[in-house]
């Protein structure tokens, strides 16, 4: 037998900012799609119009060219099964939803809103399963007509059979079963023209000749109507997985109240792509032993889904900060110097110049304390601006009386200076306190609140080679006339 060839696909809807549950399921439909040699779909599913968001699926696409996911078929870039966005597929679902109705496995219901809510009250109120009651199951072809003729709104809904068991499988959740009885007779078609995803997300997983359906455990409740679906028009269900719920650390459903959801906003704090995917990679899935550091290219090689378990990733922010913080170990400077750049060019420094030889150095002395590239600005604003005001714990302890003075012969070592480099400016201090009879201490303290502000960061002279003799000079002046004891 010919195997037949892999075909997955990422079929997001266009509501808001693509979520980290989003990259995640991109990421496993891509890792399995590249390792199979298949073909990794995009699918624009936008049939919710009250839920579209404009330029969603620009930031969408931007977003996934971003972490490095390209789709082999989607918008834009077209391909054998196209249309790709579902906006732009009506007449096909409209076609399937009449086929059904003329094979009697969906019927017209023309029920006001009105009458569907009085009824749901009244269901629930007794207590009973909300579903439909059929009422326009009992309408007869002659009514139908009669009613479509005169251009009343009517939705579209499937029959699901009485009494039977629906049966699948699932790749990590394994035997599933549900009773028909726990299924409302879904509304397939809505009054304006536009299918529900259930309609949709079939007929398209088959015209696509999607292989594998991979997606989030939330759409676990869907499948049983998908699978009459699939029965009604006589199709294949392909392969389904369902992946594990991300969680927060207290294990409640990931939101957005307890950190960042938004592969955006881990984009505008300088993550790396390579930190942030190899995070992604391990939320369900593990390789089987103690690594935990992959490249996607590692990732294609090692993934499988049958390492996904079915139990609650919990998104551990201190874990992507550490992975992230073993991947800026294997960058160089040069590598990281766009992240920075990006970054300064939406921080309030974006009118400022700094060169990339300089901003090399601030990553270089930056890279092993920070977890993501906006730290630096965070951590060290004192490579982009003088400090502003100074820690006054930090003035407490190292700040004395005859400071200023020391100071200003300091700066009178470091004018002699031509052109100085991190051992110039220590030998220059080394000498001052020498001649001062001080110990080094007091002047290395006094310093790096003068240039800094602050009493942590990287190694003084580093901080000083990379400001440069004459800002040093200028920012220890400045701090002698601000420092009040
Ligand atoms: N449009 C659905 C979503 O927004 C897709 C679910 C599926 O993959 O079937 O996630």
């Given amino acids: 037998m010919i195997s037949e060839q892999i075909r997955v696909r990422f079929a997001p809807s266009p509501t808001g900012f693509l979520h980290v549950g989003g990259l995640r399921t991109a990421l496993y439909n891509y890792l399995f799609a590249r390792q199979n040699h298949g073909v990794f779909i995009l699918r624009i599913e936008d049939t919710d119009r009250s839920r579209y968001v404009e330029g969603a699926v620009e930031n969408l696409i931007n977003t996934l060219q971003w972490v490095g996911l390209d789709y082999d078929e989607g918008p834009i870039k077209g391909g054998a099964y196209g249309p790709y966005v579902q906006s732009e597929r009506l007449e096909i679902y409209r076609k399937y939803a009449k086929q059904l109705v003329d094979e009697g496995k969906a019927y017209y219901c023309f029920c006001t809103s009105d009458r569907l809510e009085q009824m749901r009250t009244e269901l629930e109120q007794k207590g009973e399963f909300a579903k439909y009651d059929r009422f326009c199951l009992k309408l007869s072809p002659s009514e139908i007509e009669q009613k479509l003729k005169s251009n009343l709104p009517y939705v579209i809904r499937m029959k699901v059979p009485d009494n039977t068991t629906i049966k699948f499988y699932d790749l990590i959740r394994k035997d599933v079963e549900i009773s028909s009885e726990l299924i409302d007779d879904q509304v397939l078609l809505k009054s304006d023209g536009y299918p529900t995803y259930h309609l949709a997300n079939v007929v398209d997983d088959h015209l696509m000749k999607v292989t594998h359906v991979i997606r989030g455990e939330e759409w676990l409740p869907s499948v049983p109507k998908h699978i009459l679906l699939y029965q009604y028009f006589n199709w294949e269900v392909p392969v389904l997985a369902h992946l594990p719920l991300l969680l927060n650390p207290d294990k409640s459903k990931l939101s957005k109240r307890q950190g960042d959801v938004a592969v955006e906003d881990y984009r505008a704090k300088g993550y790396l792509r390579e930190g942030l995917i190899n995070f992604i990679a391990l939320l369900g899935w593990n390789p089987g032993d103690e690594r935990e550091i992959f490249t996607l290219e590692e990732l294609i090689k090692e993934f499988s889904l049958e390492r996904v378990g079915k139990s609650g990733a919990v998104f551990n922010i201190d874990k ?166």
């Avoid at 992230?324 to 040069?334: A, G």
């Avoid at 420094?349 to 977890?371: G, Q, T, W």
Wanted: glycine share 6%; charged share 30%; hydrophobic share 40%.
């Fill in 320 to 485: 992507l900060n550490w992975i992230n913080l073993q991947h800026i170990h294997r960058k160089t400077e040069k590598e990281m110097l766009p992240i920075l750049k990006e970054i300064l060019s939406r921080s309030k420094y974006k009118d400022l110049f700094f060169s990339d030889d300089y901003l090399e150095k601030v990553i270089h002395a930056m890279r092993e304390r920070i977890n993501y590239f906006a730290g630096i600005l965070e951590k060290s604003p004192y490579f982009f601006e003088p400090p502003k005001e100074y820690d006054s714990v930090y003035i407490a302890k190292h700040w004395k009386a005859e400071t200023p003075d020391w100071l200003g012969k300091l700066i009178e070592e470091f004018s002699k200076l031509n052109n100085p480099k991190k051992e110039d400016f220590e030998n220059a201090l080394n000498r001052t306190a020498e001649a001062l009879g001080l110990g080094r201490g007091k002047i290395i303290h006094a310093v790096r609140l003068a240039v800094s502000g602050m009493g942590e960061g990287p190694g003084l002279y580093d901080i000083l080679d990379i400001l440069g003799k004459e800002e040093v000079i200028k920012r220890i002046q400045q701090a002698i006339k601000n420092i009040k004891l």
